[in-house]
């Protein structure tokens, strides 16, 4: 589901509001065993393959079951490190902000405050440690969120509405980002990519249905 922009944070009782992780998105597709992690143009994130598996060890599924969410590094003090991430010299995490299927049943027409709260109990279930963790949303109270944010220099927060389905398309998206305008680690953003360019595909919006309906290729 993509995301489209919005200058101003708001407050609103039918929407929900989620720090903005600064790192790569990615669903997660997980089956029995096994787990893969999908970027965004629909290519297998190789690199991290270890973060996969530990998904796929920690979240014991009956059939296939896919996560929205984000690759993320932290620093010590929790907070999202993007070079830390594009550099591979920190430990990935994945944190999960949306369910788009559960034991192979498409929950992507529920409305998104049942599928987070669907999300919310299948992780409860994992380890405390787990590598795999559920993104947290603050309820109606945008401003006050973007403004703590702000604050803490991080990349920003994300506008959800609670009553809407999971969709592709991204002039009927109800997903908006509202970002940081003096985030500190959007400098030079453009020269890490350059450097890693060639190591990781990850430009590029993907197709839900790959994962959600057509996901065939983990390999054994």
């Known amino acids: 589901m993509p995301l489209r922009r919005r200058r101003d944070a708001f407050d609103h009782p039918d929407w929900l509001f989620e720090l903005k992780y600064d790192g790569f998105r990615a669903l997660a597709v997980v089956q029995p065993g096994r787990a893969q992690l999908i970027s965004r143009n629909g290519h297998p994130f190789a690199s991290y393959a270890d973060l996969a598996s530990a998904v796929a060890t920690d979240l014991k599924v009956n059939d296939k079951t896919v996560l929205d969410g984000e690759i993320v590094c932290l620093d010590r003090r ?20 949306d369910l788009l299927m559960i034991n192979g049943k498409d929950q992507r027409n529920d409305r998104l405050i049942d599928r987070k709260q669907e999300l919310r109990r ?3 279930r994992v380890p405390e440690t787990s590598l795999l963790k559920y993104a947290a ?38 997903w908006m980002k509202i970002l940081n305008p003096n985030y500190s680690q959007r400098e030079g953003r453009e020269e890490l990519f350059e450097r890693d360019r060639h190591k990781e595909p990850v430009a590029g919006w993907h197709s839900c249905t790959l994962a959600a309906q057509g996901a065939t290729n983990l390999k054994d």
């Open 78 to 97: 929790g907070r999202p490190q993007f070079k830390d991430l594009l550099l591979r010299r920190g430990q990935p995490c994945f944190f999960a902000f």
């Open 122 to 124: 299948l992780l409860a």
């Open 137 to 174: 949303q603050v309820d109606g109270s945008g401003t006050a969120l973007f403004e703590h944010v702000c604050r803490l220099d991080l990349e920003g927060i994300v506008a959800k509405q609670k009553s809407a389905p999971y969709i592709s398309s991204r002039e009927e998206t109800t």
